[in-house]
């Protein structure tokens, strides 16, 4: 019997979140789906400013920050984009996925969330002018995209519990190479984003674990296990 695929999950967990009560569930519905097993292992913040990366199969950064360690997580991340291996981000996942590409891709080192850092010189995640709380969005995804891929269309509803994102003013610098839009809100808002050349590494300012709690595989998962599953088959 083949070993079960180690997915680290990023974040604190907290069993109040409803995101991280949807996560473990998430990833059994799609890897009973894809025929996969799959093992979820929390990795606390902290740990993570020194604990060993290699022999996870793929990375989800979860809702639910700010982290205990901003450092950690961010080291996480990093690692994921530079070695390859498939990652996840969502809610807060998305935040310090653009903060930690920032900093360590464009060299914008001062690039900060502003719910943890009140000083910062760079705000780059910033409260969103309507904060999506317990509330649902229309999006619509760029043709093309992983994210179009895995749900098989160009529009798409999901749930939200978020009050920061992108600061609208640094989209533009932020987003104009390889880490590109792939959802957008109806007003223009970057909703997700995917990084070109990478195996698999997408991140949404959405909650689409949720899904999970009505019983559905999300489409999103499914598509980060099958890489997940691919780049294990072509190692």
């Given amino acids: ?26 990833l059994r519905l799609a890897g009973e789906e894809l025929d996969l097993a799959v093992a979820g292992e929390w990795l606390p913040t902290p740990s993570l400013e020194t604990a060993a990366l290699v022999g996870f199969a793929g990375f989800w950064c979860v809702p639910a920050s700010p982290y205990r360690s901003e ?34 891709v464009l060299g914008w080192a001062d690039a900060a969330h502003a719910e943890s850092d009140l000083a910062a010189t760079r705000a780059l995640i910033v409260p969103l002018a309507c904060p ?44 104009g190479g390889p880490l590109g ?16 050349g990478h195996p698999f590494f997408v991140a949404t300012l959405f909650q689409p674990e949720r899904r999970a709690l009505a ?9 980060f296990l099958a890489a997940v599953a691919a780049r294990g088959r072509t190692r």
Avoid: K, N, W
């Avoid at 180690?6 to 998430?26: E, F, Q």
């Avoid at 981000?89 to 935040?95: I, K, L, S």
């Fill in 71 to 104: 450092a950690g997580a961010l080291r996480a991340i990093r690692f994921a984009r530079e070695q390859g291996v498939p990652f996840l981000g969502t809610c807060g996942g998305f935040q310090h996925a653009l903060i930690e590409y920032a900093r360590h």
């Fill in 132 to 175: 999506l709380v317990e509330t649902s969005e229309g999006l619509r995804l760029r043709p093309g995209s992983r994210l179009a891929a895995a749900y098989g269309r160009l529009a798409i509803e999901e749930d939200y519990h978020c009050r920061y994102g992108l600061d609208p003013a640094q989209a533009a610098a932020l987003l």
């Fill in 181 to 196: 839009v792939s959802a957008e809100s109806a007003t223009g808002g970057p909703r997700a984003v995917e990084l070109e």
């Fill in 215 to 223: 019983g559905e595989a999300p489409p999103l998962v499914l598509a």
């Fill in 1 to 26: 019997m083949e070993a079960p695929l180690r997915i680290g999950l990023i974040g604190d967990h907290d069993r109040a979140v409803t995101a991280h009560r949807a996560i473990p569930v998430a």
